[in-house]
């Protein structure tokens, strides 16, 4: 497949289960002061997710073009040290604003990946946040990834947020283990790495508050779901490109 096709066969998955595609949002955010630049899908519904506005669908799915060259998110650091990592990229998103939670999100990211995109399930790991047991039973119990394969990492890792204020939440990753030839070499190589053997390539964050600014975290009107994956990333995958500069959104 083609970047395009593989974009928009995401976009028309979470189509086929009634989410409203939404175009990109600027990559300069409007009405939001605590950001230069828009950093992941969800900017342009964060005044959804906080109970502040509404809209005529409450899922939506979306390829937002975003920039991580500073503050929280910052990529700028990491481009040129690893094949992984961009200043500018697409996220591809689907969003529930109160509708579906863990379960549902949890379920339509591995049919996705596996079905869809036909990533075979034995490569494929997972990362949640270090007490989230519901998502580990998730995963676990009604997916069917073994639970040798289900890694918890802490705050750093696996709960997410926009900025340092703003909706958060913890979060649960997949990985691809993409063998031994991208690894490190070390005997203790293993999901957490910093080699490019493991790697993400979605992020299902369970947004359930909002933290102010001196860090105080308050329950979310409702509790809503915000995911994002690197196009790059996954086209370079499905593409079995070494990086994502070998790929032909990269490449003419």
């Keep these: 497949m083609t970047g395009n096709e593989i974009r928009k066969k995401f976009l028309e998955y979470f189509e086929k289960y ?3 595609i939404v175009r ?3 990559l300069v ?3 939001d002061p605590t ?3 828009t950093n992941a ?6 005044r959804i997710f906080l109970g502040e506005e509404t809209r005529n669908y409450n899922r939506a799915t979306t390829s937002q073009k975003c920039v991580r060259a500073g503050g929280k998110h910052n990529d700028l650091e990491n481009v040129g ?3 992984r990592h961009h200043t500018f990229f697409e996220m591809l998103g689907n969003f529930s604003f109160g509708d579906y939670f863990k379960e549902k999100a949890v379920e339509f990211a591995w049919d996705l990946m596996t079905n869809g995109y036909g990533l075979p399930a034995e490569d ?3 990362s949640i946040y270090l007490d989230d047991d519901e998502a580990h039973d998730l995963w676990n119990k009604n997916i069917g990834v073994p639970a040798d394969r289900i890694v918890r990492f802490g705050e750093k890792d696996n709960f997410w947020a926009m900025g340092d204020t703003g909706p958060c939440g913890p979060c649960s990753e997949i990985h691809l283990d993409r063998g031994e030839k991208y690894g490190c070499g070390r005997q203790d190589c293993k999901l957490g790495c910093e080699c490019d053997r493991y790697l993400e390539i979605w992020n299902l964050v369970f947004m359930q508050f909002n933290r102010d600014a001196s860090g105080k975290m308050t329950p979310l009107p409702k509790p809503s779901i915000d995911t994002g994956m690197g196009l790059e990333r996954v086209v370079s995958i499905l593409q079995d490109a070494a990086t994502n500069y070998d790929t032909d959104l990269m490449m003419p």
Excluded: I, R
């Design 18 to 20: 009634d989410h409203q």
């Design 24 to 26: 990109s949002s600027s």
């Design 29 to 31: 955010p409007q009405d």
């Design 35 to 37: 950001l230069l630049f």
């Design 41 to 46: 899908g969800m900017v342009q519904f964060k």
């Design 81 to 83: 040290y690893t094949a």
């Design 124 to 126: 494929l790991w997972v």
